[in-house]
């Protein structure tokens, strides 16, 4: 069974904004903007997701930075495994809210390892 | 190293050393020549690749001293801090709690493996660098500062292997 990052509201935010377009780059701060979230809960998810392999990241390219004349940004983009995993556990973490409607309802996750 | 409360020029006159304008950064340039840790100062600032500023004598720009005769372009260092030219004002005014948000990130830092910090020390400067208000820098590194201990947790964790 593969590991899972904790889907909680957050994460799942980061996770959808992510989804949004699955091939695109994109940095810490836009993802604060893009969920709405502080940097202090975005970068703690961005470090599990990383951690797991569900996202990567690199340097920005010398040629874009310079010549916008600002230091160079750290770009992650989901990895096609991450992609995968992040729609499974999206839609698993949907349902579960769904059918969780009964009072203290835990639904046990099918696959959930944590 | 710079001494920390000793009674530099560059203490005293923060908004200076992070001017715009030429015969600012010449001024602040003047001040560092009788100080008594020039040598030290610059040589911190090139280490820690400092994105501006005059550090021991030298105007930095990305983390590299700007050539004496390029220095006719303080343009170059606005964009850098995404500031119209001429708002000279605006980067005095913001100079020295940027300091404090970057300081104050790089403290915080401590808590993160020593492997992963300077790259996330790097990435969130270069964050800063690109927000355009004092309050929406001081948030952004509030924030993290209380972000760090989970941040700190999370990159900890014993790293898992790729997911078949």
């Not at chain 2, 708002?87 to 020593?114: F, T």
């Not at chain 2, 992963?116 to 001081?138: F, H, K, P, V």
Request: with cysteine.
């Amino acid at each position: 069974m593969a590991s899972e990052p904790r889907m909680t509201l957050q994460t799942q935010l980061v996770l959808r904004a992510a989804l949004e377009d699955p091939t695109r780059e994109w940095y810490g701060l836009q993802m604060c903007e893009a969920t709405g979230l502080p940097s202090g809960t975005v970068y703690p998810i961005i470090a599990r997701l990383e951690k797991q392999h569900w996202i990567e990241s690199r340097w920005e390219d010398p040629e874009e930075h310079v010549s916008e004349g600002r230091p160079r940004r750290r770009y992650y983009t989901l990895t096609e495994d991450g992609a995968e995993h992040a729609r499974l556990a999206l839609a698993r973490a949907y349902r579960g809210r769904q059918t969780s409607a009964r009072p203290w309802g835990s639904i046990p996750h099918p696959g959930s390892a944590s | 190293m710079i001494a920390v409360g000793e009674d530099l020029a560059c203490t005293r006159e923060p908004e200076l050393f992070f001017a715009e304008a030429p015969a600012d950064v010449e001024v602040a340039k003047a001040l560092c020549v009788e100080c008594p840790v020039r040598t030290a100062c610059l040589e911190g600032a090139l280490e820690r690749r400092e994105p501006w500023g005059v550090w021991g004598g030298e105007l930095l720009l990305r983390g590299a001293v700007v050539p004496r005769r390029k220095q006719s372009v303080p343009a170059d260092l606005g964009s850098a801090r995404q500031l119209a030219p001429g708002s000279k004002a605006a980067v005095n005014r913001d100079a020295s709690p940027d300091r404090m948000s970057r300081r104050a990130l790089q403290l915080g830092a401590l808590l993160l493996p020593r492997l992963a910090r300077d790259r996330y020390i790097e990435e969130w400067w270069g964050e800063l660098a690109t927000l355009q208000t004092r309050l929406g820098r001081c948030r952004f590194a509030v924030s993290l500062l209380f972000g760090m201990p989970s941040m700190a947790v999370e990159l900890r964790r014993r790293s898992r292997r790729r997911p078949a």
